[in-house]
């Protein structure tokens, strides 16, 4: 009986395991901050605590990223509703950014306890949890929509109270002729 050459056959099996085999990344997650997105480039103000009308800003700080990695932030909030953003990274890129602007949300799904989950190729990478805060105390343009309407009142007690005299006048001129 004739025998198999199995060396070449265990070659030719490793090589097509190899062929087919998904790459491994060697991608790593190397510091996460959470804060408060501030001024026109989104400064970060790290921070766990949030109040209604603030940007949530998350910036991943990554190392050793290849082609088709994959970065996914979920935010959960109190209602339990899921706000998904994710990005595919390049070879190389060292940061990421994703934010969660509280004030596009209605105001029952944005003021509880919030989870941050990050996920670094479809696996667990960082969890951050935070909360936010209904708006209290004085806004910043209350006192000019209270000065708007001071003036407006004015305004109207004026024209009224000229209109009242032009029309006294007229009932009196009527009366002495």
């Known amino acids: 009986m004739r025998r198999l050459p199995v060396r070449p056959l265990i070659l030719t099996v490793l090589v097509l395991v190899l062929v087919w085999s998904a790459p491994v990344s060697a991608a790593i997650l190397e510091g996460h901050v959470l804060g408060r997105g501030s001024g026109t480039d989104l400064i970060i103000e790290p921070t766990l605590e949030f109040t209604r009308d603030d940007i949530v800003m998350s910036e991943v700080s990554l190392k050793d990223t290849g082609e088709g990695d994959f970065l996914q932030w979920v935010f959960t909030g109190p ?3 899921n706000y998904n953003e994710s990005r595919t990274l390049t070879p190389g890129q060292g940061m990421a950014r994703a934010k969660l602007d509280l004030s596009l949300l209605p105001s029952d799904e944005a003021v509880g306890s919030w989870t941050l989950d990050l996920f670094l190729n479809g ?3 960082d969890r951050q949890n935070f909360t936010v805060e209904p708006l209290t105390g004085l806004v910043w343009w209350a006192p000019f929509v209270g000065l708007g309407v001071l003036v407006g009142v004015v305004v109207i007690v004026g024209v009224l109270a000229v209109g ?4 006294l006048a007229g009932v009196l001129r009527k009366k002495e002729e």
């Open 79 to 81: 209602q339990g509703m």
């Open 123 to 125: 696996a667990p990478a």
């Open 164 to 167: 009242g005299v032009i029309v």
